[in-house]
């Protein structure tokens, strides 16, 4: 069928007039050639052939690799993009981490498409100067796993060549909902199993995962099993409030409610094991016809400013707690932390550490909400900060258990010590703190002035 269309395209082209037919150079961004392929499915052929001229061409931004073999043995190609000049942001701090994914079931083409796009836009952006690109490859590893199935996509099926539905054959309560092929046994296929050991290799870390289908024209957050919220709903609403306020309409639901129940998604698994904010994006159902009459690049624009969107603003899509300050006095410990990410934090703690690394206190856990000020309170005995130590603070990056942990320095200058019998205090941590010291020397030479002052007042009234 496919060739069919494709021929069918051909005479078509033919009776277009030459002028019509002829480059233009908005098809810089066609997919994969101009102007005729841009309007036919991508194979995995053609696909291998752009990846690797894209590795060839960019390598400055471009690090081709594979996630593994498909069951017939083709490449899982994965493109990895960023700025290679650069192994860490310009201040130090480690780059964001965003995984993408696209063709579990080969007749979703559309799908395919768009992660083709994504990483087809940053690469042509990129090399032309576009600053929004520039930024995010500064800042941003993007790992893009084009087509997991290209066994189903060579013979236009949803299936792999095993008939199995790549989409629920993952560890996450395998073949716990009504479903149809989901293989033997959860990763029982080589596609699902490379693309787990992809992601527990390289993207442990991840801020975002997208994972690209076609079907209904909506995006899909965890859970698919259950009709309840995940434990980052908070996130989840944010992201849909910013995302239909600013750049799209396109529906965004929990995906048991806004689709059906589905079990052994790639989706809930990068949730709910890997600890990932992770959506499944539905272009619209023009699934099982292999050609767009309408160019791809202008099918899918408005999925793409959400993708831009999603990867632009990823730095928020985590808790990232920075504390403003800590008083202590002989029995308790204030501290106030604001939260500058989207996502809530159940389960942080501040220690307080030795100079050899050894928690000699560590306060019980608390929450701190999504872009707000928290302030709590703990009970101390403030003998224990008289040894010189410093402070962290250990929290997770979302509420869902699997999310990663991050334990990050607190600045000691913050801290207040109050002296509650004569209301006297220092600040920062330790007795000897610089802060405190020009305190000490500014209160003396008043003392000394204030003596002065009063024998040289009683010599004049003599």
């Not at 990895?80 to 860490?88: F, G, K, Q, V, Y």
């Not at 989409?167 to 699902?192: I, K, L, M, V």
Request: some cysteine; overall charge negative; hydrophobic content about 40%.
């Amino acid at each position: 069928m496919r060739v069919a269309v494709g021929l069918v395209l051909c005479m078509l082209m033919a009776c277009i007039p030459a002028a019509s037919a002829q480059f233009d150079p908005e098809h810089l961004y066609a997919w994969p050639g101009d102007p005729v392929d841009s309007h036919v499915h991508l194979t995995w052929a053609a696909l291998t052939l752009d990846v690797n001229n894209w590795a060839d061409d960019y390598p400055e931004i471009v690090d081709l690799t594979s996630a593994g073999e498909s069951e017939l043995g083709k490449t899982l190609w994965v493109v990895r993009l960023s700025d290679w000049s650069m192994e860490t942001k310009a201040n130090g701090s480690a780059k964001e981490t965003i995984y993408i994914d696209g063709g579990h079931h080969g007749n979703e083409y559309l799908g395919t498409a768009l992660a083709y796009l994504t990483a087809k836009w940053y690469i042509n952006a990129w090399s032309e100067g576009n600053e929004e690109a520039i930024a995010v490859l500064q800042n941003t590893e993007l790992h893009i796993l084009i087509m997991l199935n290209p066994d189903g996509n060579d013979i236009d099926t949803r299936w792999n060549i095993n008939q199995v539905d790549l989409n629920r054959n993952y560890d996450h309560y395998w073949n716990t909902c009504p479903t149809t092929q989901p293989g033997s046994s959860a990763f029982s296929e080589s596609e699902t199993a490379s693309n787990s050991a992809y992601m527990n290799a390289y993207a442990t870390d991840a801020d975002l995962y997208v994972t690209m289908h076609t079907g209904v024209w909506i995006m899909l957050y965890p859970w698919g099993k259950w009709p309840e919220q995940p434990p980052d709903w908070e996130l989840f609403w944010r992201i849909r409030d910013d995302v239909q306020a600013n750049v799209s309409e396109i529906p965004i639901q929990n995906a048991n409610q806004g689709l059906y129940p589905n079990c052994g998604t790639s989706r809930d698994y990068g949730y709910g094991v890997m600890g990932f904010p992770t959506f499944t994006f539905e272009t619209d159902d023009e699934q099982f016809v292999p050609g767009s009459f309408e160019n791809l690049n202008e099918r899918l624009a408005e999925e793409m400013d959400v993708m831009r969107f999603l990867i632009n603003n990823v730095w928020y899509w985590r808790a990232r707690l920075d504390v403003q300050a800590i008083t202590v006095s002989d029995d308790a410990l204030e501290l106030e932390v604001v939260n500058h990410g989207r996502a809530s934090t159940t389960n942080a703690s501040l220690e307080y550490h030795d100079v050899a690394g050894e928690v000699l206190w560590a306060s019980p856990y608390f929450t701190v909400n999504s872009s707000n000020m928290t302030s709590v309170s703990f009970e101390v005995d403030d003998d224990v900060f008289e040894t010189k130590g410093m402070w962290n603070l250990n929290y997770q990056k979302r509420v869902i258990n699997a999310s990663t942990w991050v334990n990050e320095s607190v600045d000691g200058n913050l801290t207040v010590f109050i002296d509650d019998e004569d209301d006297r205090f220092l600040s920062g941590v330790g007795l000897f703190n610089p802060v405190a010291v020009i305190l000490g020397i500014i209160g003396v030479g008043a003392l000394f002035r204030n003596e002065e002052e009063a024998i040289e007042e009683t010599l004049n009234h003599g």
